[in-house]
């Protein structure tokens, strides 16, 4: 009888034991969950496959511009064309410590379109990183976000999908031979990403 109760009494832990780690691995999973996924932090992704959804952006071949209206600057050494209903305006812009330049396209006070652009340093040009210049400009290593390769009039460029969960924000990053640019890449912005040429 002695033995059978013992016997009880173990299994009776056992049983305790296995109940308490299922326990603590699901409030583990809901933890990472709630503060990594529905509230996502730049180094959370680092725990969340870098899978992009079916719904990739790629940037059209070329587009139809008939009634857009050219931007070109000298200073950028970039050009572009947008459509002529959008009102474009040129501010600064503050990336970290550095300065930089803002083109924006907006359409009855909404924002459509985004340009963002920061001086390159010379050890930045010679290299031509742009996973280098964006840890520079945010003090983030970009590995930590999902990515993939695009091209802006084939030069190369990178989409960082900044943020995981049903609604992402992808930013593209691309460079010229003297600035460092950064845009948010949608179905909004890709038809003027097609008409951006380089001048320099």
Known sequence: MGFLRQRGISTFWGISIIL???????????????????????????????????????????????????????????????PSTYSLNEDSIAYGTSEGQLIELTFDGERQFSLSAFTLLPSEIENARI???????????????????????GHPAVVYRQVPGDQPQDHIYFMNDSYFFESVFNTTSTPILSTVRFTQ
């Open 131 to 153: 996973d280098k210049v964006f840890t520079r400009l945010t003090g983030i290593n970009p590995s930590v976000y999902q990515s993939y390769e695009e091209k802006v009039n």
């Open 20 to 82: 308490m780690e299922v326990t603590v691995v699901l409030f583990v999973f809901y933890i990472l969950y709630f503060f990594w996924i529905e509230n996502p932090t730049p180094t959370s992704n680092i725990l969340i496959i870098r899978t992009f959804r079916s719904d990739v952006v790629r940037i059209p071949g070329s587009v139809d511009t008939t009634g857009w209206v050219p931007f070109s600057s000298d200073d950028l050494g970039i050009s572009f064309y947008y």
